[in-house]
């Protein structure tokens, strides 16, 4: 295990990595005079994904990240200008962007925090330009590491106790994916990942002894395993299956301690670890381990455990760095109110299949369900009357972090904890009835009665 | 369309975003004498994934981009010195480490070239340890942007000739994600993205005018509609489906011209476009386009074009952005050649279902079939003996690029032209018989035959 290491996130150029329309009609807002405007989005996800019976919620810090640094060079500024979309657009627009940093207030939910369909992962409060520039980035970011928090989630859970590495960087979709997703894997519940900048940049436990192109780098497998022995003394790991995996584990054996276990990359993982735990009891080598990888999931995993393989930590890569069975979460960033001078309004949309409910909201979380409700709301929905906890908390207020995030090994502890009070059925790695109920307060049911009838036209 | 931009890659740290067992075994290799080998790897796939009978390379340029600026830090060096890993390591590798830079060779495919199970995107040949190092970031940076043109390219077939525009950023895995997304989309036959950042930095045609929120934030739809056309001009696209599609459809038609058109974004896209068709055609807006967009596929455009649906541009993204039904692409980097001194090996592996062929390749692509072959041979595999197209050209030499890379619009209209010459069965949207052949060359059979009786065990 490493060593926290300080944050260290690279500053990347993001203010324009946003879709265009967020573009033109921050420009529209402007040109309209809506620049004063307030407006109230939240981030949420209309149904839980295939096979999921909750999300949990990961990308907050680097949410948080962008919007402190939020800021258009002025390169981007005159790329924008050559764009045919702002042709009819007056300079006034691109002075206020040079100058446009993020005053609103977030308001989320805490990374770790299992979430259902339609609570809000995020609130964000802002004039309604800023608001709006966000939305692509943030979608992305709470989309994606909370797809891979979830997906560890379920990983970890098949693997009842035993450690779970995350080696999926290769075939994440691109380099910067796989040092997200291993972060998103560690509060998920990982161990750790194989990804050494996600160890750099945020002190996640970093895992590697050696691939096959050290093996075959030598002559023979034997030489290459004395050499990694004399490499890494207890740390060895002997990748047993390049040529044979018996005669590999045979090898391993043979060269006793210092050692801390085989690794089974190929064949059937539940046989082969039958057969290579016996050839090491045999040696003596009753404390070394046997770590398995090659295309695992939650559901082989599930499977080997039921067999009571003797595998003492898996390593999980492509199906975990790209939640392969559902590769993506719908969520979405939907104005619920807006304020302009002393008026407020509730928009809604009421596209087929795609109604909102209106207004800021809370989630109140209580030992068996939730309820959503307006913010404003404070609601008993405790057993016997006691008051639940407010999952959503003031994050940023007027552009100023309100106190500093969790350290990562908080929000993986925070993330065990709640998943923990979760009931069997939201626990299961296979879709049942609805296994966590979130019930409407009566007063959000009372604004969006009101707020549909009355719904512009 | 935009202007392209200049090229606008950023540097993000990415020396340390490689698997840490890259790391440990360049240790290794350098205590055990082996800095000084050259070695030659491979990046190909196994086996396509799963209902797709090529893959479109991409992504070569940011691999190269990676290559010219790979570089360790001294914080980067001093967190590695504080992993238990490196607890036996001597201070020589850190300090060989702070001066590393690539200086081997690359040879690689186009990005746009089509691709079969077997075949190189690329091929690397370098120190030992440098050719090591880059193979995380190798396999995620090519495979990703692989993995996405491969979609992109089936997507805009399955559209016969209507425009795709690539939307998919919200749900990328990562903002970053987003951005490549779209550059490998464009390069796969996307008319351009949704994506601001990848018009930045790549010079790829951005697309964007409004969405919900925009018609939400003002107290009616037509007010809406009309502020967007005094911003927009002959850019405006009407987004009819906030409130009721049709009702949307006739406020857009009364507005008359400027337009350029009106975007579906839900319920039936089929029966909508021919309803909204007609209440355009009628108003006299017949030059008026529609644009459909909302969880769109190529099966789902395919269909849609079977039935006639007068919808004249696509707008696709997530199941683009993430490839949803094939998120991941099997690319492994395996060691084909090692030289020490002037000895040379092929090494291989045995391991079960993962058994490699030896040494440095090329493709040599014929009118109907490949041939892998030798690097080192040259063949004629053409009719009568022509000789055929050599897919291997040299990219970086001693660490320096050959020569510029095409501009991405001419990877884009190479791709085109590459996916025109492959048969039907090839560009189906199914998975069938094996469409297109790929022969190993007699040379190439007899060294692997060679190689593996001999095989280090």
Redesign the interface.
Known sequence: ???P?EP?E?K???A??????????A???F??G?AD?R?T?ELFVRRLPWNRNFILAAGLAQAVD?LQNLKFTA??IA??K????F???HSEFFDMLAGLRFTGDLFAVREGTPLFAGEPFLTVRAP?IEA?LI???L???I???S?IATKAARVVRAALGRDVVE?G?????????????ARAAYIGGCTGT????T??RYGVP?????????V??????LAAFE??Q????D?TVYLI?????M?GARRAASLGRPLWGVRL???NLGELAVAVRRILDEAGLRDSKIMATGDLNEYKIQELMAARAPIDVFGVG?ELA???DA?????V???VE?EAGSSR?Y????????QTLPGAKQIFRAADHDVLARASECIACGQNGASCEALQRPVMIAGQLVESLPAIAESRRYASESLNRLPAGCLSLFAGEPAWRVDISPELAVLNESVSKG???
Request: proline share 5%; hydrophobic share 35%.
């Open positions: 295990m490493s060593d290491a260290n690279p990347l150029g993001a324009l990595n946003t879709d265009l329309y967020e573009l033109t009609m420009a529209g807002y040109e309209a809506k405007n407006a989005f962008y390169a981007e790329y924008l050559t764009l045919p979309q042709e009819h657009t309604l709006q939305e692509t980035y979608l992305a970011t989309g994606f590491q797809t080696f960087t290769r075939r994440a979709h691109s380099p910067e994916a796989g040092v997200l997703a194989s990804n050494s900048e160890g750099f970093v895992f590697g002894t050696a691939g096959h192109s050290w075959m780098s030598f002559p023979s497998e050499r990694l004399q490499l890494l003394g740390s299956d390049t040529y044979d995996t005669e990359d190929s064949g492509t790209t939640s392969a590769p993506s979460l719908g969520v960033y939907k104005l807006l309004r928009p809604v949309k009421l596209s087929h299949d795609k719904a512009a036209v």
